[in-house]
């Protein structure tokens, strides 16, 4: 088993800014109070990592040093600031513009209610967020920084919901910045939008994209000892519902073992490598004797990213949202839009793909079978089959729009299979996209998104936004709300936007 999952070392630094102007006695008060809210988000839990204070911030060179010390800390993922008392901007000015930690602005304020009775003028100057933090806001704002600001009393359970949303968003952004893919094979010749410039999603996203001959992997396949291969296929029988014709001593056990062999070569060249993400494709198979399928979905299944015919921004968008939905109820895997239901009354997407799902969004416990693959001119290759559970999940595809990128998230309804589909021998999952399927599909083809996604039922559009936020890339959202006439026109201001927004650069 992997250790890519492993994120319990990484750490939310918690700061308030103020000034020396109130005197000790003030500021040793905002620390009591932000202490208070720091341990009240570690006992609740709410946040996905621990939240660790940070002494107040009272002048420039203070401020400044923080931002050093955050940028230079590899466990910090993220600063949550809180203006307790008012904190002069123009102060923040030089450590706001080298902080590249994501950022939220967090507007609270220490006491939920105003004593009517007892408040004077010493309480109002300690409890002023409602006019400090409009400075920060504005210095934000001014500088152009990307950040999120969450409002309201820090007890209240919707301020930790945000904070949390934007703290896996944070997380999956480390992801983002550390992510080293490997692309065994180039990309499916003539597609487009699988392709992309792989310089401009470094500089963007922080990925690694370095690509390998299948040779290599071929070489560590046929490197799997009997041992591992009898191991993994015991696991298999214990974990699955393997058919039997696959099982210990049937008939086709040899192409199982074939697949446990592809599973453990594919698994040590990722590990080697430091990897967290892969691409294979069927136009590239040389020396292999399946198509990876099954070990491709266990893959996926212990979080790496993952995606079909060398699509590389897929399979790091599978990885990332993996990241960021870690330890949620509900699963995140590569997906495709294959099929339409096209019933007015009913209308449908069937999503699947060739073999590769994640089982993570299995309703059911997966039956592994081989079947006949009608591409790639090999053995037929061992895969998982299953139904999907029915609930709220979203869609999302990053496309290089050449000068930029577009993250582009659908909102849908997962839906329980309607009828048995027993000719059908791959994971597959069917949804109702919002607003409804012929305005989401037409927004989806303006806004030119790819047919390969990643999607996930345990995040939301909120999770997304906030990593968009992040990247400083446009988010453009397909939901309840859409309307076809006021999307294109979203869409064209944004190409206006980014232009300027970017300038010459990336
Ligand atoms: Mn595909």
Redesign the pocket.
């Known amino acids: 088993m992997s250790d890519i999952n492993k994120f319990a070392h990484l750490e939310i630094w918690f700061v308030t800014g103020s000034q020396h102007l109130y005197g000790p006695e003030a500021l040793k008060k905002v620390d009591e109070h932000a202490k208070v809210l720091v341990d009240s988000f570690n006992a609740a839990g709410s946040l996905p990592h621990k939240v660790v204070f940070k002494p107040v911030l009272k002048s420039s060179a203070e401020i400044t040093q923080f931002a050093i010390d955050a940028n230079s800390c590899p466990n910090c993922v993220g600063i949550v600031a809180w203006m307790h008392t008012f904190s002069p901007a123009k102060m923040w000015i030089e450590g706001l513009q080298i902080l590249r930690k994501p950022l939220a602005d967090l507007h609270t304020q220490f006491n939920r209610d105003i004593p009517w009775e007892s408040i004077d003028m010493d309480f109002m100057n300690l409890n002023q967020t409602a006019h400090g933090g409009r400075e920060f806001g504005h210095i934000g704002a001014r500088l152009r920084l990307p950040r999120k600001a969450v409002v309201g009393h820090w007890e209240d359970k919707e301020v930790h919901e945000r904070l949390a949303a934007w703290a896996r968003a944070a997380r999956g952004w480390y992801a983002s910045r550390t992510l080293k893919l490997a692309r065994i094979g180039d990309n499916m010749r003539h597609v487009s939008v699988t392709e992309g410039d792989k310089v401009s999603a470094q500089i963007r996203f922080g990925w690694e994209v370095n690509t390998f001959g299948v040779g290599d992997l071929v070489a560590k396949v046929n490197a799997a000892t009997d041992a591992q291969v009898d191991a993994l296929c015991a696991l298999y029988e214990k974990n699955y519902r393997v058919a039997p014709e696959l099982q210990k001593g049937a008939a086709r056990h040899q192409s199982l073992r074939d697949s446990a062999a592809i599973e453990i070569g594919l698994r040590a060249l990722l590990e080697e490598g430091g990897f967290t993400a892969f691409t294979t494709t069927f136009e590239d198979l040389h020396g292999m004797k399946q198509l990876p399928g099954l070990a491709v979905q266990r893959l996926m299944e212990d979080g790496y990213g993952f995606s079909?015919?060398g699509?590389w921004k897929t399979a790091a968008l599978v990885r990332i949202m993996k990241v960021m939905a870690h330890g949620l109820k509900g699963g995140t895997t590569f997906m495709?839009d294959y099929t339409y239901h096209l019933d007015p009354a009913n209308p449908l997407i069937l999503g699947a793909?060739?073999l590769e799902i994640c089982p993570s969004i299995a309703s059911e416990v997966p039956k592994i079978e081989i079947h006949a693959l009608g591409i790639g001119g090999k053995e037929d290759p061992c895969r998982m089959v299953f139904d999907c559970a029915a609930g709220k999940a979203v869609n999302g595809s990053i496309i290089d729009l050449g000068s930029r990128h577009r993250f582009l998230v659908n909102e849908v309804e997962c839906v329980a299979p309607q009828q048995p589909l027993p000719k059908l021998p791959v994971a597959r999952v069917l949804w109702k996209p919002l607003p409804d399927l012929k305005t989401a599909t037409a927004a989806w083809i303006y806004a030119g998104g790819a047919?390969?996604t990643a999607l996930s039922y345990a995040l939301t559009s909120e999770h997304l936004e906030d990593l968009a936020e992040m990247a400083k890339i446009e988010l453009s959202v397909i939901d309840e709300d859409t309307r076809l006439r006021c999307y294109k026109t979203e869409l064209r201001l944004a190409d206006l936007y980014y232009h300027l927004a970017q300038g010459i650069q990336g």
């Open positions: 079909g015919e699509d495709e793909h060739m047919h390969h």
